[in-house]
């Protein structure tokens, strides 16, 4: 399952055309993959640069063309003996702020088309490295040719080079065995609903609201603001307005009541805001 076939889903169960993702999963992958519907979906460029949390598996021995298991092997698998102590001294290297070239088998762009196609027709690949932050890279054990592993990394950061580069650093080929996202910026993976869950609620759309995540709870990273009715016209019809919020955080949410978002809004100067985007 890729993640538009999710979407796919999604908009079958809930009757909602407009559903975005907000960053694709591999099909091998399982976990967190967060979706905003309807009017939320305008506010898909503020959730771009979170951080994505994972746990999987590291399988050492031989390297794939796609850098992870539904590749094909680049060589024999030369089942290696490896013990923690030597993995985690291999990961140690992959923390911080990096450089990092993307798999050829990825959604980067290359003149306009997704590396992944150039790659499946047999044309050379020419990506650039990124940079990105890993903010943590634990070995959690190593049993056979397998390590275990936790990893919070950048967005656009790519576990499955993480896993490939671990193999050239111990000179016997690895890809990414397994992998799970739990959680996407601050979406968890205990706050996530099964499309199996979803399912029983179509139809029902008072109860699959209420399987969405709070409005208030939405980028935690900007305070929320209440407005009155005067200044909630001004924005609406995208004028300048004053809000009572002295935090001097440079963007902020804007509330009608404790639930109604009605968008966000960017600081000017002192309690003078100027809308960005807004929903409702």
Do not use: W
Request: net charge positive; proline share 6%.
């Amino acid at each position: 399952m890729t993640s538009h076939d999710v979407v796919d889903r999604l908009r079958r169960i809930s009757g909602e055309r407009s559903i975005g993702h907000l960053g694709t999963l591999d099909p091998m992958v399982t976990g967190v993959l967060p979706l905003l519907i309807g009017k939320y979906t305008r506010l898909a460029q503020y959730f771009s640069a979170a951080e994505k949390s994972y746990t999987g598996t590291i399988r050492f021995g031989f390297s794939t063309d796609t850098y992870d298991a539904e590749g094909v092997p680049s060589g024999p698998d030369l089942q290696p003996v490896l013990t923690l102590k030597v993995v985690q001294a291999a990961a140690a290297r992959f923390h911080g702020e990096m450089e990092q070239m993307p798999p050829p088998f990825s959604a980067k762009k290359v003149a306009g088309k997704p590396a992944y196609k150039l790659a499946r027709q047999g044309k050379l690949v020419a990506l650039k490295a990124a940079r990105v932050r890993i903010a943590s890279f634990v070995i959690v054990r190593v049993e056979g040719p397998e390590a275990e592993f936790a990893m919070t990394v950048s967005a656009g950061g790519y576990v499955r080079s993480v896993a490939h580069e671990m193999g050239q650093a111990l000179g016997c080929g690895a890809h990414l065995g397994r992998l799970r996202r739990t959680r996407a910026g601050a979406f968890a993976l205990d706050q996530a609903h099964t499309l199996e869950e979803l399912e029983l609620l179509k139809g029902n759309v008072c109860e699959l609201e209420a399987r969405c995540v709070h409005p208030r709870n939405l980028l935690p990273e900007m305070p929320a603001v209440n407005a009155g009715e005067h200044e909630l016209g001004r924005l609406r019809n995208g004028a300048q307005a004053n809000l009572p919020e002295f935090s001097q955080a440079p963007l902020v949410k804007v509330f009608h009541g404790q639930r109604e978002l009605v968008g966000i809004a960017r600081r000017v100067a002192g309690t003078l805001f100027q809308p960005m985007v807004v929903i409702g």
